[in-house]
Each structure stands twice: as structure tokens, then as C-alpha cells.
């Protein structure tokens, strides 16, 4: 299983995508979440937000936001691999994207502006992990299944395939038991410390990389989180203004372990307000590396 020439500037002949730093981005869509909608995480929140919505919302939109470029941008940068949670809206026919908030851009819109920016660049391949979806039923997992099936048709990477050679673009992992089909290929294992210190987060790490590497695809997530215990954080700190302060120290974590001997320690690498800070491009660097003169 290849990737390419799936990072800007590297040369098409690159090791397999297991042995590949990706970059990811964590809750890839969350650039465009919905100040009017309701929320729908945390859940000690979400009890409150049908009589306190109006000072709630703005302070869950400021710590679920995770994202700042758009979709294309994101490409534009280098991301290949795209966390997407999907949930279902009573009052909409639509299924939309979340974190915290619904977003407003639905799933078909986001998929159009993708499917669109592989038709110009077809020699690129990118991961679609579809996976935390709430308020959905069996027949719009049907619904979406399908959708995503005629959408991306061709595209679509069989599962196991030597994509790039065969000229695949897309390998669209759906996390749901009840969903069987060929080209979906099965969930991603994310691993996710639910910390808001960086340190606790690559403490988590390295015990999850004592256990062993998962088999196949996996993400070691670079992603804080909000620390409920912690109020005053809370109200006056955002999510980005964390993620800035705590990059570079989370950047040394996965230098060390693609300059160890064992690198496939690390795979997908996915973060948050990538395009924002310099997480794409030190990624990169790290496969030209690899890749030598």
C-alpha cells in the first residue's frame, strides 16, 4: 500500500504508507461550526444549553473550533488524512458535520469541495476516517454509504489495494459495525489522551506505544482537550491558544520517534489548526528526509 506523491514536494516514489509520517487533521471540519445551532457535547453542557444557550454557545464554539483553513486550504498544506464525525439534525434532511456545535456546511458539501480538489490533483490520495456519529439512523448510514459511494465512485480504494500505482485517490474508513461493504475499509485506531497538558498527552502516547504498534493504519492524535476541572480555563482561554503554546513540545515528541530506530512507532499524525502553525510543513520536512537528495 503506497501513497505517492501524497505530500507536497516529495518525490512519487516514497515508502508504504505504513512506514509514512501522514499528516492529519483532528476534527477536520470544525472551521465552520454553527453559533445558532444546538450543542451537542459535552453532555454536562449540552443539559444547560436550552436555557443558557446564548452565553454558552460562544464559549463551547471557542474550545470545539479546531480548525481555522478550510477544507482545500487543508489539502493545500499537505493534510491527507481528515477526521470527520458526522451527526444527523431533527429538523434537517441533512447530515452535517460536528465538535461541540453542528457546523454549517453539510457532509455533501464538504465532499463536493473535496471530490473537487482531487479532480485537480489527481495523483494525490487521501484518507477519510468517518466515525463518532450521533443522532443517526440505520437508514442514513444507508443513505450516506451510498452517497459516498456514487460521489467518489472510481476514486474509491478497495480495501487492500496498492492505491497509488492503481490510481485510487480515496480510502474512506466508516466506523460502523452495522455497515458492511468492500470499499469501506474498517475503523482507524486514534490514539486520543482526552488531556489539556501536553505533557500527560505524550506520557499517554509512549504507553500506547509500549503496547505495540495497531495493525494497519493508526493515528497518534497531537490534539488537546478541555479539562473540565479547570472552569476559569475554560472561560477565558481557547482551544488555539493552547494548541499554539503547546506545539513545539509535541512536534519534539514525534521527531524523537522518527529519528529512533523503530519508526513505525508513529504513522498518521494528526493535530489541531493545521495551515495555522508550522505543524504541516515540520512534517513534511521530516519525510524529505526519508526520501533524500
Not at 475503523?187 to 482526552?194: G, M, N, P
Not at 493545521?274 to 504541516?280: E, P, R
Amino acid at each position: 500500500l503506497t501513497i505517492g506523491a501524497c505530500f507536497m514536494k516529495l518525490p512519487a516514489k516514497t515508502p508504504s504508507l505504513k512506514q509514512t509520517l501522514v499528516l492529519g487533521s483532528h476534527d477536520a471540519m470544525a472551521y465552520s461550526l454553527d453559533m445558532d445551532s444546538s450543542v451537542l457535547e459535552p453532555n454536562n453542557i449540552k443539559a444547560f444549553d436550552s436555557w443558557l444557550s446564548t452565553p454558552i454557545r460562544p464559549i463551547v464554539k471557542k474550545w470545539s473550533t479546531t480548525q481555522e483553513k478550510n477544507i482545500s486550504e487543508q489539502l493545500d498544506a499537505g493534510i491527507r488524512y481528515f477526521d470527520l464525525r458526522v451527526a444527523g439534525k431533527p429538523e434537517s434532511s441533512d447530515l452535517f458535520f460536528y465538535h461541540g456545535l453542528y457546523t454549517t456546511m453539510t457532509v455533501k458539501e464538504g465532499m463536493t469541495e473535496l471530490e473537487k480538489w482531487l479532480g485537480r490533483h489527481t495523483k494525490e490520495v487521501v484518507i477519510l476516517a468517518f466515525s463518532h456519529f450521533k443522532e443517526m439512523s440505520a437508514d442514513q448510514h444507508t443513505d450516506l454509504t451510498n452517497f459516498l459511494k456514487e460521489h467518489f465512485k472510481a476514486k474509491l480504494c478497495p480495501k487492500p489495494q496498492d492505491c497509488w500505482e492503481s490510481g485510487y485517490q480515496v480510502i474512506l474508513s466508516y466506523d460502523n459495525r452495522s455497515v458492511d461493504d468492500p470499499v469501506l475499509w474498517p475503523a482507524i485506531e486514534y490514539w486520543w489522551a482526552d488531556k489539556s497538558d501536553p505533557k500527560e498527552v505524550i506520557s499517554y502516547l509512549n504507553n500506547q506505544k509500549q503496547k505495540g504498534r495497531p495493525v494497519g493504519l493508526f493515528v497518534a492524535g497531537l490534539n488537546l482537550t478541555f479539562d473540565g476541572m479547570d472552569v476559569h480555563l475554560y472561560l477565558t482561554k481557547s482551544l488555539k491558544e493552547k494548541t499554539m503554546t503547546a506545539y513545539p513540545r509535541l512536534l519534539d515528541w514525534v521527531k524523537e520517534q522518527h529519528s529512533g530506530s523503530d519508526k513505525e512507532s508513529v504513522n498518521i499524525i494528526a493535530g489541531d489548526f493545521v495551515g495555522v502553525n508550522s505543524f504541516a510543513q515540520d512534517i513534511i520536512q521530516l519525510n524529505k528526509a526519508d526520501s533524500g537528495p
